[in-house]
């Protein structure tokens, strides 16, 4: 497994080629929509390695706007919980880096509420969303940053990439993040 990582107050921030699914964190990030319908991408790939369980307690707890998350149980997955943070109302739409901020955010708020010291996040509104890997991984980077520097109980923050091309331009933006002042 490919792992690259930089430290940022106090905070490993990683980025790993691999499978979501088999993460060994706390909490995985579901880049959901606000009806909580696992049907496709990074949800489907969720509930079906996870058991249909988690979309069952995400569905009571919809519709969640933007901007905010929720967590479930995670399953049969390695994780304790899912994080579900839309990025979209409904399912299979495009959106917004504005949306993918908000939703990293409220992601990272809601891991520190249930005391989460290692958290993955896929690539946030990068599949039927339709944005750049390198667009999306700047703007959850930005989010990460902010997030971190005021005070956070995270210990380790994951982006995990899919495949190789996601892996070069997550790396590409992490690159540029360890490189601010």
Do not use: Q, W
């Amino acid at each position: 497994m490919n792992v690259e990582c930089i430290s940022f107050h106090g905070v490993d921030i990683c980025v790993v080629l691999g499978d979501i699914t088999e993460m060994e964190v706390d909490a995985i990030v579901n880049p959901a929509n606000s009806l909580m319908l696992m049907g496709g991408g990074v949800a489907a790939a969720i509930k079906r390695k996870g058991g249909d369980v988690i979309e069952v307690e995400a569905r009571k707890k919809a519709p969640v706007p933007v901007g905010e998350a929720i967590a479930t149980s995670a399953g049969r997955l390695k994780a304790k919980y899912v994080i579900h943070s839309p990025t979209m109302p409904r399912p299979a739409m495009r959106t917004t880096l504005d949306a993918v901020y908000k939703a990293t955010k409220a992601a990272l708020r809601l891991a520190d509420k249930l005391d989460v010291s290692t958290i993955a996040f896929p690539g946030m509104g990068t599949g039927v969303g339709g944005l750049d890997y390198y667009d999306a991984a700047k703007t959850m980077l930005k989010a990460i940053r902010e997030h971190i520097t005021t005070k956070s109980k995270l210990k380790k923050i994951y982006l995990v990439a899919i495949d190789v091309k996601a892996y070069e331009k997550f790396l590409k933006a992490l690159k540029e993040l360890e490189n601010k002042p």
